[in-house]
């Protein structure tokens, strides 16, 4: 067989594979192939069998690159997904902290809109790209979701990272939970070498920024778990947004959710930055590279996740029998 023939009948299979679990995105020259994988099998999957999986647990947590378009829409397509096959939700969100849910409330009973609840919060003050959410909420207010606020207070969360947990005033100290266990040394070796990217990350100050991200992972755990207590709750599936820094590998809020849930049915969903995070101007200059090697994490316990959401790294030229118009879904 030519040599060019091999290559367009591997380019062949390798979209018939992708169009039947994913799908491809195209503008008028290129495309852009995505693809479902379900970690523990090391397979590609279709979007309905990841579904049909979802709709067995109790919490989903949806773990995101908070800049990233592309996993928001996926977030929103999953919420909207679940809705549609008749289940009760609770949208749970890192994104917005535990004193707003009086807003919350107003929105989840319907009296307020999407823009009259981020004003009322200045949320854009708390959370730069809030409207990057508003597809996920509006799904959820489709079908019925309540959305509670997971987070800790910004300030309080700052206060730690500088001076530690044990120098918090009692006032801050009480909007967190009682129980904030930090010593978790595998957690801490992980996180220290993912904070190495912040050029703030010093040795000095590096184990009050874990001590301020396992306040932030408690906070989210604890408040979680107080929903998921409610009479009623066994019949609502969670669905967590968060940064997929707070579950990656079942740790952080994850684990410290089974510790207070140990039967919990969970699922964790990673979807991969694929080369579409950006940084502006001022971010870079706030970060440095880094390399976390394979060696590295050899010794971080467990998958990263349950599913991962890939999608390809640069966009490949349109090839002919490939439709343009192949859907994620």
Request: glycine share 6%; charged share 20%.
């Amino acid at each position: 067989m030519p040599a060019n023939a091999t290559i367009f009948l591997t380019i062949g299979l390798a979209a018939a594979l992708l169009m039947s679990v994913g799908g491809c995105q195209s503008t008028t020259s290129t495309q852009r192939c995505h693809m479902w994988i379900d970690v523990v099998s090391a397979e590609p999957i279709s979007f309905e069998t990841l579904m049909k999986d979802l709709a067995t647990a109790d919490v989903i947590y949806l773990g995101e690159r908070h800049t990233v378009d592309r996993h928001h829409a996926l977030q929103a397509q999953i919420v909207d997904a679940l809705g549609q096959r008749g289940h009760q939700l609770i949208i749970a969100m890192e994104q917005v902290e535990v004193f707003n849910q009086p807003a919350l409330d107003r929105y989840n009973q319907g009296e307020i809109t999407f823009t009259q609840l981020a004003q009322e919060m200045t949320w854009v003050e708390r959370w730069r790209n809030y409207a990057d959410y508003q597809a996920i909420l509006e799904a959820g207010r489709r079908h019925g979701a309540k959305v509670v606020a997971l987070n800790a207070r910004a300030e309080i969360i700052r206060q730690v990272g500088r001076k530690g947990l044990a120098a918090l005033p009692p006032k801050m100290r009480r909007q967190l939970p009682d129980q904030i266990n930090t010593d978790d040394p595998i957690y801490a070796a992980h996180l220290k070498r993912v904070m190495g990217v912040m050029a703030a990350a010093m040795p000095g100050r590096m184990d009050k920024m874990v001590e301020a991200q396992i306040a932030r992972d408690e906070t989210m755990a604890d408040t979680l778990c107080r929903y998921l207590d409610q009479p009623g709750s066994e019949k609502t599936i969670a669905v967590v947004i968060c940064g997929s820094g707070h579950v990656n590998y079942g740790l952080g809020t994850a684990q410290r959710v089974r510790r207070r849930k140990p039967d919990i049915n969970e699922r964790i969903v990673i979807m991969a930055g694929s080369g579409d995070v950006k940084l502006s101007p001022k971010m870079r200059a706030m970060t440095r590279d880094i390399e976390i090697t394979h060696a590295q994490l050899r010794h971080t316990p467990g998958r990263i996740g349950d599913y991962l959401h890939v999608a390809s790294l640069v966009p490949a030229p349109l090839t002919t029998g490939v439709p343009a118009d192949v859907s994620e879904r």
